[in-house]
C-alpha cells in the first residue's frame, strides 16, 4: 500500500508535532480539531482543514487520532460522522490516544467488518518527544499493517515496538504510566525536602540526575518544577484518566497496585485544587499547599 494522504484529528499539545512532522517527510495532511484554530499552524503549511472526522477519513490513506478521553475516542471512531463509517476500503486507522485495551480491540474487530485495517499506537515522551519526533511507540494490531505504517512510526519516534495484537499497545502504556506514577511522586517529594532543607532544586538535580536515582522526570520535569513552570507537555486531567483506566484494568486481572492508588489519589487532589489544566509536575504545587509552602 502506498500511502500518500494523511489523515490527522487531534491537533493539541502532541498532535500538532506529530503531523507536522509527518508533512515534512512529504505525506499530505488533512486535519480536523473541535477547535479549529488549534489546527491553524498546520494549515498554515499546507494541511487542509476538515469539517468532521468523516471528511478526514474519506480523503486519507492512512487516519492518526490522538484525542482526550476514550468517550472522544468513541465518538471519533464509532460515531455517525466517525471515521470507520466514512473511510475507503484499505484504510488503516491509528488511534495514538491513550484509552482502554478493550475500546482498541473493539474498533479493530469494527474496522476489519468495514474492510479496514487498525493499529493501537499510544504514545511516551510528552510534548518534547512530539517536538523532537523522540516519541516511544507502543503499537497493538497485526504485524503486516504495523509493516505498512512504520515509515511514519519512524517520523514520530525513536523507539517503536509491535507489542502483539488489538489492546497490547494500550496494556503497554499501562505499564508505562504506572512506571511514571510512582517515579513522579518521587521526584515531587525529593524536590519538596530540598527546598525545605534550603538546598537549591537545580543543584540537586544536578547531582542526583546523574546518579542511581536519575530518570526522564526528574530531568526533565524536575527543572521545570525548579522553574516554577507548570505548563502542560501532558496535562493532570489525562493522567488521572490513564490511572484510572490502569486501575480498572488491574482490578480485572485480580492485581493489588497499592502505589498507583495512592498517587492516582494524590493528583485527584491536586484537580479539586483546580490544577486538572497543568502539566503533571503540578503535583508539586499541589503538594506545596499540604506542607504550607505556598
Known amino acids: ?171 503497554t502504556k499501562m505499564c508505562n504510566q504506572i512506571l511514571i506514577a510512582g517515579t513522579m511522586i518521587g521526584v515531587v517529594e525529593s524536590l519538596l525536602y530540598a527546598v525545605r532543607a534550603g538546598m537549591d532544586p537545580d543543584a540537586v538535580i544536578d547531582v542526583i540526575g546523574s546518579g542511581a536515582a536519575s530518570s526522564w522526570s526528574i530531568n526533565n520535569l524536575g527543572r521545570r518544577i525548579a522553574k516554577g513552570d507548570y505548563d502542560p507537555g501532558f496535562y493532570i486531567k489525562h493522567f488521572i484518566k490513564d490511572m484510572g483506566i490502569a486501575l480498572d484494568e488491574a482490578k480485572a486481572m485480580q492485581l493489588a497496585l497499592p502505589g498507583l492508588a495512592l498517587v492516582h489519589q494524590l493528583y485527584v487532589a491536586a484537580q479539586a485544587q483546580g490544577l486538572e489544566n497543568m502539566g503533571t509536575q503540578g503535583l508539586y504545587r499541589a503538594c506545596m499547599t499540604v506542607n504550607g509552602m505556598q
Open 1 to 171: 500500500m502506498e500511502v500518500k494522504t494523511i489523515g490527522w484529528i487531534g491537533t493539541g499539545v502532541m498532535g500538532k508535532s506529530m503531523c507536522g512532522h509527518l508533512m515534512k517527510a512529504g505525506y499530505a495532511a488533512c486535519v480536523y480539531n473541535r477547535t479549529p484554530d488549534k489546527a491553524k499552524d498546520l494549515v498554515d503549511a499546507g494541511a487542509v482543514l476538515c469539517a468532521s472526522p468523516a471528511e478526514v477519513a474519506a480523503k486519507s490513506d492512512v487516519v492518526f487520532t490522538i484525542v482526550g478521553f476514550p468517550t472522544d475516542v468513541e465518538e471519533v471512531y464509532l460515531g455517525e460522522q466517525g471515521i470507520l463509517r466514512h473511510a475507503r476500503k484499505g484504510t488503516i486507522v491509528v488511534d495514538m490516544t491513550t484509552s482502554k485495551p478493550a475500546l482498541a480491540q473493539t474498533i479493530a474487530a469494527e474496522a476489519a467488518a468495514r474492510g479496514l485495517k487498525a493499529l493501537d499506537a499510544p504514545v511516551s515522551g510528552g510534548d518534547l518527544g512530539a517536538r523532537n519526533a523522540a516519541l516511544a511507540i507502543m503499537v497493538g494490531g497485526e504485524q503486516s499493517v504495523y509493516d505498512t505504517v512504520l515509515p511514519l512510526f519512524n517520523a514520530m519516534g525513536k523507539n517503536i515496538q509491535l507489542m502483539g495484537p488489538a489492546g497490547a499497545g494500550q496494556h
